[in-house]
């Protein structure tokens, strides 16, 4: 009994040792390398998933058909092409994404750094994803992130030297503040749900909302331009003896699937 | 080959198997849908290799696994470091003298307990920091449903693999524990 106290004194001295040299600064350079050889393979596996999912959805492999004369070779051109047309049409896609940022932000005055998605992580505390541009790319902590044409999908939670972490619309800790699209005064706040769900909660009981109403950013806080798109209303649920109603919402980004995303680091207010 | 160089490349195997586990654990979140996503693949990674090994280095395992994961994680550094390793040197402890066998059940009990023992620990440190920075989350306790789901998904995937895994490692065949 004697010595398993004495190993657990010891291993939480090491622990201890190990997290005061975090805090001091002096494992930074073996945690930036660490990180980026596990970012270098969480990135393989995230866009091997997201490659995958995508071909069995649009049913890129079928079912091998019984061998015609020509054979295996025609069958192998056949998976070949279809791998390429795969590809092409993610591409197109990023492309396209890509394009309606640019038409975003060339209509506005923020400044932004675009990164690509190299990880998610679904802990039961957060529900993230790990981008590949950090303070280096004069990222900050809770610097809004968007996707396409001003979506926001959520805010930086932890900056690193080359790599960010963004804490999705959807996990249980985020909050933006918002309103209904074209209302003049912030309604409520938009919070997440165990990363499956994101609700309007806080609105008044005297304001009106229904669904297929569009949930905007409403500005409020600092570095969060207003107007940016986060959902719309699917149903409202009021309750009369409540002080607040609040509304489940539809994202209007894909949550589980995001290749790139554009940081806004100056919102020019 | 002189017993420092072997304890020196058991380390670095120790590190690089903790590195993939790490990898797998983030990679295949974006696989799975919810809730098969709240697995907890660092978990049952340090269970399935406190099996197989007996061995006390599965604590250091847990260690390395738990450093490489506090690198992308949003809450304080040290909170899933200290959370986890202890909890991999309760369960190498339970393992050794509670249970005192490999069977299908043992490794179910002991992924659950040390995801109990994790989650406990990690929550009581959230809170305790929360309540010192002045920034506590309303919603924290919510999560507990949240952390059901990885206990019971986490849990049965051990048994899984356990079963899956008799089929390739006699070792794991044999009930009774090394001495």
């Not at chain 1, 970012?39 to 959805?57: D, P």
């Not at chain 2, 990898?23 to 098969?36: D, N, Q």
């Not at chain 2, 290799?49 to 949003?74: D, H």
Request: net charge positive; glycine share 8%.
């Amino acid at each position: 009994m004697q010595l398993r106290g004495k190993k657990f004194v010891n291993i939480s001295a090491v622990i201890g040792v190990v997290i005061v040299l975090h805090y001091l600064g002096l494992t930074a350079s073996l945690e930036n390398y660490s990180r980026r050889a596990v970012s270098g393979g969480i990135s393989l596996i995230y866009r091997a998933a997201i490659y995958l999912s995508r071909k069995t959805e649009e049913g890129v492999f079928p079912a091998p058909k019984a061998c015609l004369p020509g054979g295996r070779e025609t069958i192998e051109y056949q998976k070949d092409f279809e791998l390429k047309k795969a590809r092409v049409s993610l591409l197109e896609e990023e492309n396209s994404s890509l394009r309606s940022s640019l038409g975003f932000f060339s209509s506005s005055t923020y400044r932004h750094v675009g990164a690509d998605v190299i990880g998610r992580n679904i802990d039961p505390v957060d529900t993230a994803i790990i981008i590949n541009s950090g303070r280096d790319a004069g990222i900050r902590i809770n610097d809004p992130v968007v996707v396409g044409d001003g979506i926001l999908i959520g805010k930086v939670g932890r900056v690193m030297e080359t790599t960010a972490i963004v804490r999705l619309i959807d996990d249980t800790n985020s909050r933006v503040a918002a309103m209904v699209a074209g209302m003049n005064k912030s309604l409520g706040l938009v919070e997440g749900g165990y990363g499956v769900s994101v609700r309007l909660g806080f609105v008044p009981q005297n304001e009106i909302i229904k669904p297929g109403d569009m949930v905007v950013s409403s500005g409020l806080e600092p570095n969060m331009p207003r107007g940016l798109g986060i959902g719309i209303i699917e149903i409202v649920e009021k309750k009369p003896q409540e002080a607040f109603q609040q509304a489940i919402l539809k994202t209007l980004a894909d949550l589980r699937d995001i290749k790139v995303v554009s940081v806004i680091i100056d919102t020019g207010r | 080959m002189p017993s420092s160089r072997v304890q020196l490349i058991g380390a670095g195997l120790l590190a690089i198997v903790s590195f993939l586990a790490v990898i797998l654990h983030f990679g295949l979140a974006s696989v799975f849908a919810y809730p098969i996503n709240k697995i907890n693949l660092v978990v049952l990674f340090v269970i399935i290799v406190l099996l197989i090994t007996e061995s006390g280095r599965t604590v250091w395992i847990g260690f390395t696994a738990y450093f490489f994961m506090e690198l992308f994680s949003l809450a304080p550094f040290g909170a899933a470091l200290y959370s986890g390793t202890i909890s991999a040197l309760i369960s190498f402890w339970l393992y050794k003298t509670v249970f005192a066998n490999r069977t299908i059940l043992t490794t179910v009990a002991l992924t659950a307990i040390f995801i109990l023992i994790y989650r406990s620990q990690y929550s009581a440190i959230i809170y305790a920091v929360g309540r010192f920075s002045g920034d506590i989350e309303t919603t924290f306790f919510s999560q507990f449903a949240s952390y059901g789901w990885e206990l019971a998904i986490t849990a049965v995937a051990a048994g899984l693999a356990h079963f899956f895994l008799k089929l390739f490692i006699p070792k794991l065949n044999t009930t009774k524990l090394r001495k």
